[in-house]
């Protein structure tokens, strides 16, 4: 199977295309995630860093935390991505900016623990305090 993935910003100025399966799909609801979108949640899906590659504009990179470096369009400011320099293997894409999200739902929902209390849980997912992957911050 050799199905190509592909998404992009608001603008269109950043495009990426995928050419491997995700390896994890999340639903966060970290406070830094809620920030970086301006939204009460955001979803990710994992995929190997070497699958995608940018079409077009490069992201701008704004570091979060210390091992965190998240990516946007400088020109809409769409989030785009979340990389650990630590983890260089892994890139994370806001599902949400693929041309078909429909076809990546999230199964685990994580950072619980900083859920807004008007925001709901959704029962139908695998839930976390915290990350899935023991020991990570946000
Ligand atoms: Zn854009
Ligand atoms: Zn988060």
């Given at each position: 199977m050799n199905k190509i993935i592909e998404g992009g910003c608001l603008c269109g100025a950043v495009r990426y295309r995928v050419t491997g399966e995700p390896l994890a799909r999340t639903l966060c609801h970290c406070r830094t995630c809620r920030r970086a979108s301006g939204a009460p949640s955001l979803a990710w899906v994992v995929f190997r860093a070497g699958d995608v590659a940018f079409v077009g504009a490069q992201p701008t990179q704004f570091r979060?935390?210390?091992d965190v470096i998240r990516t946007f369009c400088a020109r809409c400011g769409t989030p785009l991505t979340y990389q650990r320099p630590s983890k260089p293997g892994t890139l994370d894409i806001t599902?949400?900016?693929?041309?078909?999200?429909?076809?990546f739902p999230p199964t685990k929902e994580i950072w619980l623990e900083h859920k807004l209390a008007w925001e709901r849980a959704n029962d139908a997912l695998e839930q976390f305090p915290r990350s899935s992957v023991p020991t990570q911050d946000d």
């Open positions: 979060s935390s210390p599902t949400v900016t693929l041309d078909h999200p429909e076809d």
